[in-house]
Nanobody
Framework: QLQAFGGGLVQAGGSLRLSCAAS????????MGWFRQAPGKEREFVSS????????YIADSVKGRVTISRDNAKNTVYLQMNSLKPEDTAVYYC???????????????WGQGTQVTVSS
């Protein structure tokens, strides 16, 4: 299971740190990442990180504003989001995939999502 934490309501320009804890199995050989879905829109890739080497992949829409990291010992992945904009409002889903670059295909595992709302 993947469980995401850290969503909430924040003003534009603010920051949030999302966390995703994996349980029930180890995801240490999977690429971990985040997708988001805004109301009325399709799910979109946000960022992902490799199992080893710390290779990161970030969507152009959030580049320069987000940082992804992982702690394999804790089976946890983090998404630090800064300079948030109202268009970042969405449900954010933690994901695990055989691909480090999760733009290559939809991940096999999805968490339940956490709501991020950015007010203007």
């Amino acid at each position: 299971q993947l469980q995401a934490f850290g969503g909430g309501l924040v003003q534009a320009g603010g920051s949030l740190r999302l966390s995703c804890a994996a349980s029930g199995r180890t995801f240490n050989t999977y690429g971990m990442g985040w997708f988001r879905q805004a109301p009325g829109k399709e799910r979109e890739f946000v960022s992902s990180i490799s199992w080893v080497g710390g290779m990161t992949y970030i969507a152009d829409s959030v580049k320069g504003r987000v940082t992804i990291s992982r702690d394999n010992a804790k089976n946890t992945v983090y998404l630090q989001m800064n300079s948030l904009k109202p268009e970042d409002t969405a449900v954010y889903y933690c994901t695990a995939s055989k691909y480090s670059d999760q733009r290559r295909g939809l991940p096999e595992y999805w968490g339940q999502g956490t709501q991020v709302t950015v007010s203007s």
